[in-house]
């Protein structure tokens, strides 16, 4: 039987999780942010204080609603600030070793029919779930980025996750106003098992001097009709998230096609990881974006 969900934590301030609070705040839910950092869960709040105040100025909500939807996202210093929370969503970085460590002291706190839900893209929701005192209770929530735009939601079960876990977690995205699409527990998922490929596939046409930056991007943009080209979109998902996809699918399906391209593992080692660090495959500290190669 479907659990009833009223309060919301979310782990991770981060451009993900800030928009997975956004939505559940609008939605009417309670929202309690995590972060390690404090000034993240600050930057993170007015972050989505300015979000809501563009769909004011655009007329697509009144200012009371924004006012009311911000009024329902607290901030959680520590983890035991979640504990009376009906799921908890977990948005840190694209790292096992660290959401099983987040996970292992979440658990310690949190009651114990709460939902435990992980926004991994990639990751083995099975395998997550092992490293909890409710692998039943377990499960994927994979949010589009970015959140409040986007419409599509993964949900990929665990092999132990039970059916009012699923039923519950699948009530709580509908009533974000989101599409569901369920996917099987196996390496990255459907949208990243397509989408990360072609972006590393970019990379290697980069790579092999086939096109430069501009000319691949407006090839894809104006040939395929993609509303951006898979060098900027690498750019905004992050080049260290890229490529940590691109090893989930290379070694949980052990293909060689899902080989990262080396120039995106040179990226990734110079610092370079897009939009978050001002160079990727663009460089973002002019007024605007100009191709590093």
């Keep these: ?7 919301v934590g979310v782990i991770g301030a981060g451009q993900m999780g800030n928009g997975i609070a956004h939505v559940a705040a609008l939605a009417g839910y309670h929202v309690l942010l995590n972060d390690v950092a404090e000034d ?24 009371d609603v924004r006012k009311a939807a911000l009024s329902r996202i607290k901030p959680a210093t520590a983890l035991d600030g979640l504990a009376d929370c009906d799921i908890v969503i977990e948005s840190a970085s694209e790292k096992e070793e660290i959401k099983r460590k987040i996970f292992h002291d979440l658990c310690a706190v949190l009651k114990q ?21 409710r692998p039943e209770r377990f499960i994927g929530i994979h949010f589009m980025n970015p959140v409040p735009r986007m419409e599509l939601v993964e949900i990929i079960r665990g092999i132990a996750t039970e059916d009012a876990t699923f039923e519950t977690s699948k009530d709580f995205v509908t009533k974000l106003g989101k599409q569901i699409a369920v996917s099987e527990d196996f390496p990255a998922f459907i949208v990243n098992r ?13 790579y092999e001097g086939v096109g430069n930056v501009e000319a691949i991007d407006a090839a ?22 890229c490529l940590a996809i691109m090893q989930v699918l290379h070694e949980g399906l052990a293909d060689s096609k899902y080989r990262p391209c080396p120039l995106l ?13 001002q160079r990727g495959f663009y460089d973002y500290r002019g007024e605007t974006p100009v191709p590093t190669r």
Excluded: C, Q
Aim: hydrophobic share 45%; net charge positive; no cysteine.
């Design 113 to 133: 029919d709460a939902i435990v839900a992980s926004n991994t893209s990639s990751i083995s929701i099975t395998r997550l779930a092992a490293a909890t005192d």
């Design 194 to 206: 397509i989408l990360l490929p072609m972006i590393n596939e970019a990379i290697y046409t980069l």
């Design 1 to 7: 039987m479907a659990m009833n969900i009223k309060k």
């Design 40 to 63: 993240r869960i600050k930057s993170a709040l007015a972050t989505i204080d300015g979000n809501l105040k563009r769909l004011v100025s655009k007329s697509a909500l009144t200012d």
């Design 220 to 241: 894809m943009k104006l040939g395929a009709h993609h509303p951006m080209g898979p060098l900027e979109l690498a750019d905004f998902i992050g080049l260290d998230t």
């Design 265 to 277: 593992v040179k990226y990734v080692e110079a610092g370079w990881l897009g939009r978050k660090s």
